[in-house]
């Protein structure tokens, strides 16, 4: 579950000394208009409950909400494609992984929109309704019976619809643009309505919207499968229920979010760091010279640094690629597997909710008992080391979920030498001949210990070596590493048409990714650690009075 980097995009309004605000005459803003501290104070006043402003609650339940509307389409997103439109396993899966990718490229897009020219706030607004309809469009397309592709019998007799594709394809386009659009927003939305002297209630309120991601993700994750597993319009399944459910949830987190209108403290567009410094990297490329005299000396500095931060997060969409297979691959991998628990029926996408839970209780266990022992026995515990080791956990899961999936394998060539007249695949096993589903376990524990290890650390990293006045363009590339890792997992879909090979073929591409960081932090580690010293220690160099060309 993709839950750090939902709350990754803080409010860095006190960095922007870029852009304007089109107030009175001067085009330039001072520097305390570009403080949110003007807006709070000067602008609007806001009211507060229990010391908190009155808007936080409003934007936590939205989180809540919106989390729970995305988390409870993508968990049965596999399994709709494959049962419902009779996707192969294949197509499901690229058209899984093309929805992520779209899901996790469009934040630039919003963060470009809200710093540039419409403000967090209508961003969030628009794009929400944006949301809205792709919900609806899923759950009402979801209707076989009312868009009828083909019309099959199950084999109790019912009849099952499958929908036309269209909805699917449109629905899940402006789902993408909408959470992607309103991802980097409404986090930084909630920065926005404290005072900088708030520091200890701005870190609660970060601590309350993680939580509420959970949460909402954690409870979607348990419910919308047993929604599309009931019977419901003489089908033998309840899409529309389970797509409709998910598309109430965004309903009241608009609702929630519009409530508080009045309230927010809306502080204007100051412009885009992301076009900013891209004119730099452009620059640097194309050998122009006079950078210092174009861009001011930090900039061109701060630009140095943010490219070797990005050059060692280079590996990392490898670890996404393996990562967001657990909505797709190992969705595809449970269905095969017997999921009876006693007298509970664990569903394949109910797995899923293992591994957020496991999460949270791994991250306390690694700050408190790994990392303290480590530094006792004298080891050094730096970011760049966990990371490394973080890819290797996941390579590590793939190769576990292959050996599962070998013993699947076993069990249908045991089955078809004992009944030579009655041939079965690993999609037409009976139950009780099946692995237990609970036997995916162990590769979760592993790929939650890569989370922990590389996605958490990955943040650590980037936020302790990315200069003040890049840290939220290089959360920006961080999140569009998850984006590209789903281009990879395309990509290589179609290697090969057995699963066995591509699981182990994904752990071996994992493992090289692991080494290349390895390799690429050995070589840039002392520059980076220099890089920092000299910023804490050397006096504050002064930006150039040229504006960026």
Partial sequence: METQDDALLVSESDNKNYGTVSSGKSSEPSELEKSRDFYVLEKQPIKRICGYPITIPFIIFNEFCERFSFYGMQTILTIYMTEKLLYSNRQATVWYHEFVAISYFTPLLGALVADAFIGKYRTILILSMVYVVGNVVMAVTSVGRWFPEDITTSQDGSANYQPQLWGPILGLHLIALGTGGIKPCVSSLGGDQFLKSEGTKLQSYFSMFYFSINCGGVLA??????????????????????????????????????????????????GNPITDYSKVIWAMLTRRKMLED?????????????????????PIPFFWALYSQQGSRWIIQAKRMNGKLGNVVIKPDQMQVFNPLLVLSLLPFFEGV??????????????????????????????????????????????NEDNVDDKRTLDTLDPEHQLHILATLPQIFLIGCGEVLTVVTGLEFAYAYAPSSTKSVCSSFFLLTHAFGNVITIIFTNVTDRDLYLYFMWAGIELSAAITMFIICWHVQDSLDRSIQQMHTQPKLQESKVPVK
């Fill in 294 to 314: 174009n861009f001011g000396i930090k900039k061109v500095q701060d630009t140095r640094q943010l490219l070797r931060v990005l050059f060692v997060l280079s």
């Fill in 370 to 415: 790994v990392y303290p022992l480590l530094r006792k026995n004298g080891l050094k515990v730096r970011a760049t080391s966990r990371m490394v080791a973080g890819m290797v956990f996941v390579a590590l899961a793939f190769v576990v979920c292959g050996f599962v999936e070998l013993s699947m394998e076993a069990r249908v060539a045991t089955w």
């Fill in 221 to 270: 994750m348990f419910i919308t499968p047993e929604l599309r597993s009931s019977k419901c319009m003489d089908e033998t399944t309840c899409f529309p229920l389970a797509f409709g459910v998910p598309a109430v949830f965004m309903i009241l987190a608009v609702i929630s979010f519009v409530l508080a209108s009045k309230w927010y403290v809306k502080i204007p567009p100051l």
